[in-house]
């Protein structure tokens, strides 16, 4: 019953990123490019499987939990092309847009590290 209730909360997830083809920054709508579109689609099949696949072995665990932050940190970036092939934003709004999903990106990094190590260490059980 949890596998059909964890399958539909994953296409909920997928079905909204595909009605909304908008992302949100610096109160600005912004179109999502068909590769950022791709990798929120697959951090819902992760999301989708982990929950499945999480009890039968540690190292299937693990694998999921490494490609989620994979996933997240390469959304993070997949923001900066995505603000560079919307042709309806001006070039200042454009700057200042990238500006703004390179700082959103790189604070996320210490975070990621930090998730990183502790999917690492709960596999290594140092």
Not at 47 to 72: D, K, Q, W
Request: charged fraction near 15%.
């Amino acid at each position: 019953m949890i596998v059909v209730f964890a399958g539909f909360l994953a296409f909920l997830f997928c079905l909204y990123f595909i009605k909304n083809p908008y992302f949100t920054l610096q109160h600005i709508k912004i179109k999502r490019s068909k590769s950022l579109l791709i990798t929120e689609l697959s951090i819902g099949v992760i999301i989708f499987l982990y929950i499945i696949f999480a009890g039968y072995s540690r190292l299937v665990r693990f694998l999921l939990e490494l490609t989620s932050v994979i996933l997240f940190l390469l959304e993070m970036w997949l923001r900066v092309p995505a603000i560079e092939s919307d042709f309806s934003l001006s070039p200042d709004v454009k700057a200042m847009l990238n500006k703004k999903a390179k700082k959103d990106f790189y604070s996320t990094l210490p975070m990621l590290f930090l998730l990183t190590c502790m999917f690492v260490f709960n596999f290594i059980k140092i």
